[in-house]
């Protein structure tokens, strides 16, 4: 299966499936209101989803994560995008809840109670630039650094973050997975500024997923640029923020390396966790092209190896800067809303993101509090990490220290996919049914406007005076909806 549909299938089965955890279940809120300039590509609101504090123990401890979902870089991309995923680009198709699992559940499993009953934020994408940009370009808005920014207004004048209410310093985890985590690394040293008086009563630390991009030469230029080439285009049109003096001063003639992970990160001086598969499917389905991970190529399988021995030397120089680390050496990409992939999949030592998140923070569920800094695989070959996939654990997860984790029992998910496969099929049938009704009554529409039209030729043909035709750009409208209703 390609990679691309195993990514789908994942999404869909995150959803759909029995969770190894609990998910929280955060409301839309609109920044429309108080902060217009925050838009989306489109220029309708951009938004959040924002779930208080469930716990005392929580009160003061706030997760604020930007949400994943790559970026577009010309007119094509960017149209492209928006019509193929008007979410990206749009609020007006956004519910108004949405249900977060992995980093946000409110599983047991997520040891320390502070983390587990946190205020929660989630900052919907509909920038299309990494949450970094504040511009117009192409027709488009890419107002990502006004949306972080305004989010964090809120933050402190609406839910009191850094109030001191508490007694103590608010702690905040700023992050985000993917596009979320590259905007999240250009902001994260800016953020106590953005919270402006609040912030000598907050501590600010990091958590970045998958914002490791490398500047590696594509396997096949020809069909792929690389994604320092797109960081430059896109660096050309949103006019990112944040990109930090000291980058910049360092690369004063290619300052879209300071949006780039391999440059960036080690300009970073807030405490971070920072994620980074060392076979990272994301980058190596672009740079590998990869279409079907089951039948590398030689070639594709040494550039995994080189890919992974980069990866692991970055994370290295990382952590001798004081920073926590965590790769695992598998084939995935910003799994930190995921169950399997936040709990269940682990480095060789044991260790998972929940694992190595609690010991970096020192919080209480991290058993003696030792600050391990770095959990990285050792080995090369793709996916080749002993704790890559939770099948593995399945017949072996009772004596196996690599898998702890209680799976559940297959049974029920079986059935409730068995369940999920027949009420999908009853739905299509239903919907295909009420769609064809539709066209039908569409079609009788535009039949009775043609035969109006008729009429009113053939009264001005006897003399009638002309009346305005008011009929064809409706007839016009209502035979291109019938149309896509159709499609």
Request: hydrophobic share 35%; glycine share 8%.
């Amino acid at each position: 299966m390609p990679l691309v549909e195993r990514w789908r299938l994942a999404a869909w089965l995150a959803l759909l499936a029995p969770r190894l955890a609990s998910g929280t279940v955060l409301d839309l809120v609109s920044l429309g209101d108080r902060h217009p300039a925050a838009k989306c590509v489109d220029g309708s609101p951009s938004g959040y989803y924002w779930k208080p504090a469930e716990t005392d123990a929580g009160k003061s401890t706030w997760i604020v994560y930007l949400q994943s979902g790559g970026w577009c870089w010309d007119r094509e991309s960017c149209a492209r995008r928006c019509a193929e995923n008007p979410f990206r680009c749009s609020s007006y198709v956004w519910g108004d809840t949405m249900e977060l699992d992995g980093l946000f559940s409110n599983s047991t499993e997520t040891a320390a109670e502070s983390l587990r009953g946190a205020n929660k934020l989630f900052v919907a994408y509909c920038t299309s630039d990494a949450h970094m940009g504040n511009a117009s370009a192409f027709a488009y808005e890419f107002r990502g650094d006004l949306v972080v920014r305004a989010v964090m207004q809120d933050l402190v004048e609406l839910y009191g973050l850094g109030n001191g209410e508490q007694g103590r310093k608010d702690f905040l985890l700023f992050g985000g997975g993917s596009a979320g985590a590259r905007g999240a690394m250009v902001h994260l040293d800016y953020v106590p500024e953005m919270l402006g008086e609040a912030t000598d009563h907050v501590e600010v630390v990091g958590f970045l997923d998958s914002p490791l991009w490398l500047d590696i030469e594509p396997l096949n230029a020809t069909e792929f640029g690389g994604f320092a080439n797109q960081t430059a285009t896109v660096h050309s049109v949103v006019n990112a923020r944040h990109l930090d003096d000291d980058c910049v001063a360092a690369y004063p003639e290619d300052q879209w390396k300071c949006m780039l992970g391999e440059y960036r990160m080690p300009f970073v001086e807030t405490r971070y966790l920072m994620v980074a598969s060392l076979h990272d499917g994301f980058q190596l389905w672009y740079d590998a092209q990869w279409p079907d991970w089951t039948n590398p190529s030689e070639a594709q399988q040494e550039y995994a190896r080189r890919f992974a021995i980069r990866t692991r030397d970055s994370l290295h120089n990382l952590a001798s800067r004081g920073h926590a680390v965590i790769g695992q050496a598998c084939n995935n990409h910003a799994e930190s809303l995921s169950d399997l992939g936040y709990f269940a999949h682990r480095t060789e030592d044991g260790s998972t993101m929940n694992h190595a998140l609690h010991r970096f923070l020192g919080l209480d569920g991290s058993n003696d509090g030792n600050r391990t800094l770095k959990w990285v695989d050792q080995c090369d070959d793709l996916d080749c990490g002993t704790g890559c996939h939770i099948g593995d654990c399945e017949g072996r997860h009772a004596t196996d220290p690599q898998c702890e984790v209680d799976l559940p029992d297959t049974g029920p998910m079986l059935q409730n996919m068995a369940l999920l496969t027949s009420t999908v099929a009853q739905m299509h049938t239903a919907f295909r049914d009420q769609i064809q009704q539709m066209v039908e009554r569409l079609d009788q529409v535009r039949q009775f406007l043609e035969s109006r039209m008729s009429e009113d030729g053939a009264e001005t043909g006897r003399g009638a005076e002309p009346a305005e035709n008011t009929s064809e750009p409706m007839l016009q409208h209502m035979a291109a909806l019938t149309s896509t209703v159709a499609q």
